[in-house]
């Protein structure tokens, strides 16, 4: 019901009480006529409060309605719009994940990134020894990333590391691309694959995104 809807509804209501008003006190007042003279006056003070009471009862009632009816509405737009840009934000990370694959496509950018995920991982390993897992068909890339890496930690750490791509456990092909670092005899291992990342971004930036896309959230005190 809209805030119109209320208010006439009210209106109708206010009127029609008024009216019984008037011929109830109409009825008391020929009734009164005929009694004594305290007795009309002692009917006219409680018929009057009484229908002062109702009055009083009923104009609450329709004021409560209508700020329920006001709420209701609030709260269906409010839960429309938070649905709408969720839909937006899964839209938009749908696309990202679709696209996580062209970026295997040129050899040579694709090992650069296969090199700094692999340092990525060496440095936080901090170990001498590590593994590196990769899909099957980026075999022949990592390899030459591996060998890149080695040179770089040893020149920006200054010591060897041996690192060999453990072909036993290559990464699932339905994987979009990336890179695992494994170390501590395979107890630690560090997921830098593609499908991976776009996870964590999705989960550590999306406050961001929504920011970006939506602006500042008034409502909100407390951020991470």
């Known amino acids: 019901m809209s805030d119109d809807q209320v ?8 009127m029609f009480i008024r009216q019984e008003a008037l011929e109830k006190a109409k009825e008391i007042q020929i009734k009164a006529d005929e009694e004594f003279a305290i007795e009309k ?3 006219v003070r409680e018929e009057t409060s009484s229908i002062d009471t109702q009055y ?3 104009t609450k009632q329709a004021s409560m309605s209508q700020q329920i009816t006001k709420s209701t509405l609030n709260n269906k737009t409010r839960l429309k719009v938070l649905s ?8 938009l990370f749908e696309k990202a994940r679709s696209q996580l694959k062209s970026y295997t496509e040129d050899k040579g950018k694709y090992q650069e ?3 700094n995920l692999i340092l990525e991982g060496l440095y936080a390993l901090n170990e ?16 030459k990333a591996i060998d890149d890496a080695k040179k770089e930690y040893k020149e920006k750490a200054n010591k060897d590391i041996e690192i060999e791509l453990d072909e036993k456990n290559p990464q699932p092909e339905a994987l979009s691309g990336g890179v695992s670092i494994v170390g501590t005899n395979g107890k630690i291992d560090i997921n830098n694959t593609f499908d991976e990342r776009l996870k964590l971004l999705e989960s550590d930036a999306l406050p961001m ?6 602006g ?7 951020y991470d």
């Open 41 to 43: 006056s002692k009917l």
């Open 113 to 115: 990134i296969c090199k």
């Open 209 to 214: 995104v929504r920011t970006s896309l939506f």
């Open 128 to 143: 001498e020894k590590a593994a590196v897992r990769a899909r099957k068909e980026d075999y022949e890339v990592v390899k």
């Open 7 to 14: 208010a006439g509804e009210l209106k109708k209501m206010t």
């Open 216 to 222: 500042k959230n008034e409502n909100r005190k407390f």
């Open 84 to 91: 709408a840009r969720q839909e937006l934000l899964n839209d």
């Open 56 to 58: 009083e009862k009923k």
